[in-house]
């Protein structure tokens, strides 16, 4: 079977990376993307043995820069068959009140603005050969807003309703559009929620297993390995102690 190529953004953590191991693995080449050069080159280097990597580094926030990466891809790179809009974080957990702007911008401009312009810049091959698959990394924040969570919900809202606009808008293309919303899982998005403060990011997952970034992956994989004429639209994924956002059972 051909491989396809698949394009990673936030690759060099937590879900991207282990979604990137995992597709390795599962006959995809892989366009390994972040901002951070040093860990792409390393992963570059373990998953080059499986599989055909190359790297693009690149801060989504950046429509330029992201255009550029984009279309530096030499010819053999640029059939990309899936992308999957992983970058992202929150940052901060403050009352609507106390907010800090730089915090919203940040959110506003990965979450929401990010993962359009890194899909303006994949689109047009997958609209010229009517094929390919996008997978937004929603969350569970994407479907209920809570304390605290004001902005990184709504830009996570945001990214529901691109999912679901994407889908409509693509459906003539034949390309598949998918959201994957997670509850906790493990990975360093709460270090970055709490700049730096491990202790604290460390008691989000206190008392119960949390998902882990593998989990996602797997979900990933399952998604991809659909046959052709089965798209899933919508998946939401907790740990088994979570029940929505604010209901979590901890020992
Ligand atoms: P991590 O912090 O572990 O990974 C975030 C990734 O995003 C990193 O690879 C980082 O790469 C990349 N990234 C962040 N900002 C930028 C930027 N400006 N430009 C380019 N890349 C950027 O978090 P997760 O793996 O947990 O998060 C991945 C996705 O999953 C996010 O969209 C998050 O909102 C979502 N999610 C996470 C959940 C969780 O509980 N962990 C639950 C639900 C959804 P680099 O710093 O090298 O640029
Ligand atoms: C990450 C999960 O619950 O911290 O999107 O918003 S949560």
Not at 162 to 175: E, S
Request: one cysteine or more; glycine letters at 8%; charged letters at 20%.
């Amino acid at each position: 079977m051909q491989k396809r190529i698949a394009l990673i953004t936030g690759a060099t953590s937590g879900i991207g990376e282990a979604t990137a191991r995992l597709l390795a693995a599962n006959n995809f080449n892989l366009i390994l993307c972040g901002r951070r050069q040093d860990r792409l080159d390393k992963l570059q280097t373990e998953l080059g043995k499986l599989t055909s990597t190359t790297t693009l580094s690149f801060d989504v926030r950046n429509q330029q820069s992201v255009a550029n990466a984009i279309a530096s891809l030499p010819d053999a790179w640029k059939g990309i068959d899936v992308l999957v809009n992983n970058a992202g974080n929150a940052h901060g957990l403050d009352p609507i009140q106390n907010g800090s702007i730089e915090d919203w911008d940040a959110m506003i401009d990965i979450n929401v603005k990010g993962l359009l312009y890194v899909s303006k810049a994949v689109l047009p091959v997958m609209t010229e050969r009517k094929s390919g698959h996008i997978i937004n990394l929603g969350s569970i924040a994407g479907k209920e807003v809570y304390p605290n969570g004001n902005v990184y919900c709504a830009s996570k809202f945001a990214v529901d309703a691109l999912t679901r606009g994407m889908r409509i808008d693509l459906n003539a293309f034949g390309i598949k559009v998918t959201s994957i919303n997670p509850g906790m899982v493990e990975t360093e998005f709460s270090v970055v929620r709490f700049k730096g403060d491990k202790e604290k990011a460390d008691l989000t997952y206190k008392g119960l297993i949390p998902l882990t970034g593998k989990d996602i992956a797997d979900i990933i994989l399952y998604v991809l390995q659909a046959p052709p004429h089965v798209q899933l639209a919508d998946i939401t994924v907790f740990p088994t102690a979570q029940a929505s956002s604010t209901v979590v059972k901890r020992n």
